[in-house]
């Protein structure tokens, strides 16, 4: 069983800060991605950030230059620096992790989300 725990989200003022972390237990034999998602009211999920295993990110165009992915790979972790946030980025977000549980299987799992919202 594996298990993606989020912690971070909260109420913040246009042009503040938000730090996310998210946390990767449980039966893990390798963790290719672990990224962010997050869904705005009557909107579909979408990407916010990605890093792989080597350290590569991929960031949507609309958080690039604000937000900032970082990875433990030892302790299955991952992080997104939010800045300069704008009340567009208010969303559920979600923490993905792409791995194997075990040496022959694959999957994509996710946490439960945390809230932020963007509001003066």
């Known amino acids: 069983q594996v298990q993606l725990v989020e912690s971070g989200g909260g109420l913040v003022q246009p042009g503040g800060s938000l730090r996310l972390s998210c946390a990767a237990s449980?039966?893990?034999?390798?963790?290719?991605?672990m990224g962010w998602y997050r869904q705005a009211p009557g909107k579909q999920r979408e990407l916010v950030a990605t890093?792989?295993?080597?350290?590569?990110?991929k960031y949507a165009d609309s958080v690039k230059g604000r937000f900032a992915i970082s990875r433990d790979n030892a302790k299955n972790t991952v992080a997104l620096q939010m800045n300069d946030l704008k009340p567009e980025d208010t969303a559920v977000y979600y923490c993905?992790?792409?791995?194997?549980?075990?040496?022959?299987?694959?999957?994509?799992?996710w946490g439960q989300g945390t809230q932020v919202t963007v509001s003066s």
């Open positions: 993905n992790a792409n791995l194997k549980p075990t040496a022959t299987s694959r999957a994509d799992y």
């Open positions: 890093i792989i295993s080597l350290g590569n990110t």
């Open positions: 449980g039966s893990i034999f390798y963790i290719y991605s």
